[in-house]
């Protein structure tokens, strides 16, 4: 029985129903089932920059349970064609990185993957719409965050003992 296992691929109409239950799935906080609808639409249709956006925050969506699936979600944000969506969505990855350290108690690393973020933000504030607010928004909402934390509030004022930056 289990030589005789084979995927099945999606009709061509099938993938905008497909991705509208995906985003479903993820509102419903169940990733993995968004990620495997996902998985079904690139099969069918690999430049499908919308299954790649919900691919992408999915996979975010659990790094609160593994931090390793990081880089997981920039590669897949790293086939947006779009370099606004691109920085836009690797900025939701290190924000997403950052609360999920924050979580461990890892306040340097949730620190310096917020810096991250921030810089991703204001990029894709400088290429999105004149009037694009989720840039500024999430950028908002991560200041907001490092003013409020005591943990970051710490590893703010202690810069000698920080991780090197990414880059450095």
Known sequence: MHDELALKSLKGHDLVAALEKANVYRALNQP???????????AVDPGNQAAQKTLGLAITDRLADSVSLF?????????????????????????????????????????TSLEHALEH???AEALGAKNAADPVL???RCVRLMKSDRLLQEAISAPHSREPRLGD
Do not use: Q
Request: a negative charge; aromatic letters at 10%; one cysteine or more.
């Open 121 to 123: 933000y204001e990029e």
């Open 32 to 42: 993995e089932e968004a990620e495997s609808i996902c998985h079904d639409i690139l």
């Open 71 to 111: 880089d997981e979600a920039m590669k897949v944000f790293g086939k947006l064609t779009d370099s606004y969506e691109r920085k836009y969505h690797e900025g939701i990855a290190w924000e997403r990185l950052g609360k999920a350290r924050l979580s461990r108690g890892e306040a340097h690393g949730a620190l």
């Open 138 to 140: 999430r950028y908002n």
